[in-house]
């Protein structure tokens, strides 16, 4: 039944809106009809599946239910770009400098302007992820504001295999985003009420000011109280590198420990009472105490899911002592799965779900199968209250016995644990850690038994003594420091290692991750269980899938093929073309924050999920941000062989150029190359003094007559110098192509109807933001497109475009939300 829940939730989140409900009652009833006769006159395997129906309708049901919400919540986007007077209260800030100020805020009264005569109020969308440039004032959680903004409905980048920031939201809770408008200016309602946030803020403050300058501020500000903001690239970067990013999530291990700690203290202490105990047993106000410090703990962390499922998972071990039931059982797992979902739906969704019950799940198949061992002498000694010196010496080897046994321990859970993870890592991180092992084996003791505890205790006694609590503080710093010059040494040699030999994993598809976790399980099983070694063939997938077998795997085989997938940037363009042998990007997009890349984190990911190590040909149609803001990021994640650009002098400006990265050259008009059967030139103009960047773009044509043509920015004026160009020498032919990237991303000024009429494309991609301020596409370019019946599709309204060719032409296409449509999007 419990399989049969998560698999109608999950049912949910593959579909493009939520089921109707009416539906799955009617099947409910239907079911119910049948349940009761089948109860008694079936057999056990038919109980089985009828049961598991009905727990999979009862699924679908409440899947579709939340989904609703989430639909219900969210802007409509006729209201898109709209002026929407808003007042609400500041729940959380996730950002906030000089610059700009980003927060959630839930929202009270919200009315939008379709225009000045027709206002409508949109009760349903009560929370806003809002930005405020130049801010006047300091925004704190728990405020009460009013505020001028321009919203639009929550969306994201989309494309395949990437993070889903559409989801993201959708997670959150968050209808909509938008920013602040200035005038008329803001207003501060009333006072600041109390709130969880806010109080958590408080206290960072005080811990910031306790620790000022110390490099470890922000990871311990990670976890005592569950902010990760301030966290800068490079700490992110050593994490993620180490595999030791788990830490710094307040979920099980966190909350597990602090309710187990509480969970001894309130035992030993009800225990100074005899006549306590004749009341209550110890262990009951063990668990009680422990369920209260993991809430305390959770709430103290700010709440979010990760610590919700934490928190209910604890629960139900609660419950099982106070219940007198198995603590550790199959019925204890599977009633907190359920518990889980049914608190949150949407929680299937996250990689933290599979990795949380999955870790578990390791633990109860292989460590407790395999290390369950008789009590001995050693176990015994270690659970006696022993004070006198004399029993110390006595044994002593029992403590070294011991001590050794739990490294080995710790040792081989961890290998457990690393290796039947590593499908699940892979496919939704798309990185593994080689150094993970030796990394966990030692943050994971340091970190949860000395440096949380001292934070946590640091962080409680800040009201109390600031000099007790910053003494705490620095130590438990101190401790971190200590550990994050072992997690760089291990990095700096983990990164020689897989420079030199070890190749990277890419999963790709669902078929290969659940062959391998399959296989991981097997691998890990307990002694005497068959034939464990068979779990290594299922592991080979993960082998052959590396950047070094990629190429045989690609979908790209034959000479004369070649696939190109117009990614979603936003208000920019990138395109990535593989041949059988070779891949060229053309533009980078742009570069949003310190923290997010199109390059690095767009670009690159995409590149290594079609198994390709490197880039052959990288080119910068023109200097315009949305355009090069990802070269540096790219260029810093990916070998790049040659680059070139339409505007070179605007390339590399003011970065930190290393020796590795190519000399950035002039696209020379007229160049052609051959690559695997597939035809590259470049079409446009030499420069022409005078020009503007944008006209100044390098056109590139691939595959010939029956192919692709990639225009930059070019405008209907460079359009016309283009066609000159070409017919003075008499290759207007070479403008042909089969599909067409729409020049300046479908500007007005653009995409003529003789340009338009030489090309005779069956299909135009325009790369525009969603809901963008240049109103890209303009409708009359639109118009132009649809007179001359060309197929026009927006990676706006569709997401990334991937587009597959051969010697014929143009053979398939698809885009992301048509392969990929959710209901949050």
Known sequence: MALGWLAGIAAQQQLAAPFPRGQVLVGLALTLSVCGSVWLASGAKLKLTTAGMLAFLLGLWWASWDADKVVSGTLDSALNRSRCIVQGSVEQVSLQNTKLVRFTLLASELECSLSESEVKAHPGTTRLRLTWYLPSVTVSPGQHWRFDTRLKRSHGFANPGLFDYSRWLALQGVGATGYVIDSPAPIRLGSESWSLAGFRDRLLGQLNHLLYGHAQTAIIAALALGE???????????????GTSHLLAISGLHIGLVGAFCWWLGSRVWRLQSRWLLRV???????????????????????AVPAQRSLIMFTVVVVSVLLRREIVSRRSYLLALVLVLAWHPMAVLQPGFWLSFGALLLIWWAVLGRLRTKPDTAMAVVGQDIGAFQAFLRHWFVYVKTAVTGVGRLAQLQFVLWLGLLPLGLFFFDQVSWVALPANLIAIPVVTLMVLPLALLGTLLMGVSETVAGTLLWLAAGLMDQLWQWLQWLVDKGQMLESLMVPVPVVGSVVVVMIAVVGGFWLTAPKGFPARWLGIGCMLPLVLMTKDFGRTFSAVQTPGQFRAQVIDVGQGL??????????????????????FDSGRDLIKPLIRRQGRSQIDELIISHGDSDHSGGLVGLLASLPVKNLCSGTVEQLLV?????????????????????WDGVLFEFIHQPAVAGTSDND?????????????????????AAEQRLVRFLGQNSQLNKLQAEVLLVPHHGSRY???????????PELAVVSSGYANRFNHPHPLTVGRYQTAGIALVNTADQGAVTMEFDLTGLVSWQTYQSALERYWH
């Open 574 to 595: 990138s395109v990535i073309v593989t041949t059988r042998n070779h891949t060229l990007v053309y533009d980078t997009g742009s570069r949003f924050s310190d923290r």
């Open 228 to 242: 990760r903001r301030q966290i800068n690239d490079q700490q992110w970067q050593l994490i993620r590198a180490s």
């Open 281 to 303: 047993p110890a262990p009951m106000v063990g668990a009680i105490s422990g369920w209260l410090g993991a809430l305390g703990y959770a709430l103290l962390s700010g709440f």
């Open 696 to 716: 100044r773009s390098s056109v590139l044509r691939i595959g010939g007559d029956n192919g692709l043509l990639l225009t930059g920015d070019i405008s209907s």
């Open 750 to 760: 653009s995409s003529s109807d003789f340009f338009l009429s030489l090309i005779r």
């Open 654 to 674: 003011g970065a930190d150029i290393s020796a590795d990265w190519p000399k950035p050259m002039i696209c020379a008009s007229g160049r052609t190359w051959l």
